[in-house]
Structure formats: C-alpha cells, structure tokens
C-alpha cells in the first residue's frame, strides 16, 4: 500500500526552477512532520527540509534562500519550491512522513540540473 507519492522533478538548466510534490494519506499527512531528502551518487541520503504540522520549518545550509518547503493541510500534500537551481542539486529527491508509530518514504524523484 503506497503512502506517499511523489511527483515533479527532471532535467532543468542552472538557475532555473523545479516544484516536486509528495501526497500522503490522511492520517498519515496530518500526523507527521513532513520531510523532503535526497541522495546524490555515492553520498548518503541527507535532509533538505522538513515542515511541522504547524508550519515551522527547517532548511539545510546548502538550500537556504533558494528551497522553500509548504505543506497544504487541505490536500495533504507537501512541496518544494526549487529556485537558482545548481549542479550540485542533482539527486534523487524523497518525500518522508514520520509519524509516531512508523517512518515512511515517497519512491523517489530524480532531479538533474545540467549547466
């Protein structure tokens, strides 16, 4: 059973932007704080952002400024607003939920940014 699917990401040009969305189930969306990570080739999965319930957020230094993470309560769907796309943000990006009694991931979008 699919909790969480991803969808946006693809081939864009330095500088430009990109939207990836993530839909969750209910119960799922309204109990967790939701995340967007990525892995690039041989490195290790890190986080990007994560939004509360709330709508508190949190960014990894790499993105500031440029990402921005919204999450629509209504459609229980969360975002990521790329913006000034580099080279280095290529990866494959993932969704995640992590409600209190389990941790969940979208399959996985791929987002190359070519100069």
């Known amino acids: 059973q699919v909790q969480l699917v991803q969808s946006g990401g693809g081939l864009v040009q330095t500088g430009r932007s990109l939207r990836l969305s993530c839909a969750a189930s209910?119960?799922?969306?309204?109990?967790?704080?939701m995340g967007w990570y990525r892995q690039a080739p041989g490195r290790q999965r890190e986080l990007v952002a994560t939004i509360s319930r709330g709508g508190s957020t949190n960014y990894a230094d790499s993105v500031k400024g440029r990402f921005t993470i919204s999450r629509d309560n209504a459609k229980n769907t969360v975002y990521l607003q790329m913006n000034s796309l580099k080279s280095e943000d290529t990866a494959v990006y993932y969704c995640?939920?992590?409600?209190?009694?389990?941790?969940?991931w979208g399959q996985g979008t791929q987002v190359t940014v070519s100069s």
């Open positions: 209910g119960v799922i969306f309204g109990a967790s704080v």
């Open positions: 995640n939920a992590n409600p209190a009694w389990g941790n969940y």
